[in-house]
Nanobody
Framework: QVTLVESGGGFVQAGGSLRLSCAAS????????MAWFRQAPGKEREFVAS????????WYAETVRGRFTVSRDNAIDTGFLEMNSLKPEDSANYSC???????????????WGRGTLVTVSL
């Protein structure tokens, strides 16, 4: 059983930056791929970015490519999402999850965090 706790969300003006963290406990974080998803009010959850278990393979949604960077530090069982050049449309609840990624649309996530809220104002 892996417990995931996100942090780092908050309010930021458009063009600003935030760094989200995903702290894992209770299991073997380093054995799983880690992904970030987001869900805005009234919208479906969408894939944002992922990293393989080793951190060597990274995927990004087209909407965030070039602005967001996903990473992980298996020594401290923590994943990160560095978000730059934020836009109002990036506002959402951001959740991390661990499991197996086969593609951006084909994945099996075994454990999910509750998320951290990001609000980007004009």
């Amino acid at each position: 059983q892996v417990t995931l706790v996100e942090s780092g969300g908050g309010f930021v003006q458009a063009g600003g930056s935030l760094r989200l963290s995903c702290a894992a406990s209770g299991g073997t974080f380093s054995e799983y791929a880690m992904a970030w998803f987001r869900q805005a009010p009234g919208k479906e959850r969408e894939f944002v970015a992922s990293t393989s278990a080793s951190g060597t393979i990274r995927w990004y949604a087209e909407t965030v490519r070039g602005r967001f960077t996903v990473s992980r530090d298996n020594a401290i069982d923590t994943g990160f999402l560095e978000m730059n050049s934020l836009k109002p449309e990036d506002s959402a609840n951001y959740s991390c999850a661990v499991g197996y990624m086969f593609s951006q649309k084909n994945y099996i996530m075994h454990y999910w965090g509750r998320g951290t809220l990001v609000t980007v104002s004009l």
